[in-house]
């Protein structure tokens, strides 16, 4: 069992960065010997929720979107169990709440595909 909560979002002007921290509790990613893969993703006001970044827990493997790529990094401590993205060039787009999540398996974008979710933190970029 995972249980995964978030923490760093606020409310930054444009240009500016945050450092979102996705911090899982109970058994250690690397201790399960499983292949987990851990993703960010974020919803904004009226639109779905949307794949930002992922990462491979055991091979440290990456993937962006398309529309945060050279301005958003993803990475983790495998020693705190924690998971995070860091936001820099941050534009009004941006503003979304932001979510973590994570599945057993393989890399994806699908979101009914992750089984466990944070419970998101609010990011807020002013123009």
């Known amino acids: 069992q995972v249980a995964l909560v978030e923490s760093g979002g606020g409310l930054v002007q444009t240009g500016g960065s945050l450092r979102l921290s996705c911090a899982a509790s109970g058994r250690t990613f690397s201790a399960t010997r499983i292949d987990w893969f851990l993703g960010w993703f974020r919803q904004a006001p009226g639109k779905e929720r949307e794949f930002v970044a992922g990462?491979?827990?055991?091979?440290?493997?990456?993937y962006y979107a398309n529309s945060v790529k050279g301005r958003f990094s993803i990475s983790r401590d495998n020693a705190k169990n924690t998971v995070f993205l860091q936001m820099n060039s941050l534009k009004p787009e941006d503003t979304a709440v932001y979510y973590c999540?994570?599945?057993?398996?393989?890399?994806?974008?699908?979101?009914?595909?992750?089984?466990?979710w944070g419970q998101g933190t609010q990011v807020t970029v002013s123009s």
């Open positions: 990462i491979n827990w055991i091979t440290i493997s990456t």
């Open positions: 999540a994570a599945r057993r398996g393989a890399a994806t974008y699908v979101v009914a595909s992750y089984s466990y």
